[in-house]
């Protein structure tokens, strides 16, 4: 007969690896061909011009220029207008 009782496994203490999301070149910065601007998921920032949308949703340049970061309301599926956050390079 066991003294102790047996060391079973906690369901605690696993944590996944970040993926570092997030706006990496803000507004008025310098940016060239291909540089990544956002990495997102889903699209919480739309591409605008000379932007471009990766299968990841990341956005990057597509030309070289500096980033403007604007506003633009757009009808959504319901019909309502609904403000989008649009990223373009200049």
Do not use: C, W, Y
């Amino acid at each position: 007969m066991a003294h102790r009782k047996a060391g079973g496994s906690t369901t605690l203490g696993r944590d996944s690896v970040s993926k570092r999301l997030g706006v990496k070149k803000f507004g008025g910065e310098k940016i060239t061909t291909g540089q990544i601007i956002v990495r997102q998921r889903g699209t919480k920032f739309r591409p605008g011009k000379n932007v471009k949308r990766a299968e990841d949703d990341t956005l990057f340049a597509m030309k070289e220029g500096a980033v403007k970061f604007t506003t633009k309301k757009i009808k959504s599926f319901t019909g309502r207008l609904v403000s989008r956050k649009v990223i373009s390079v200049e």
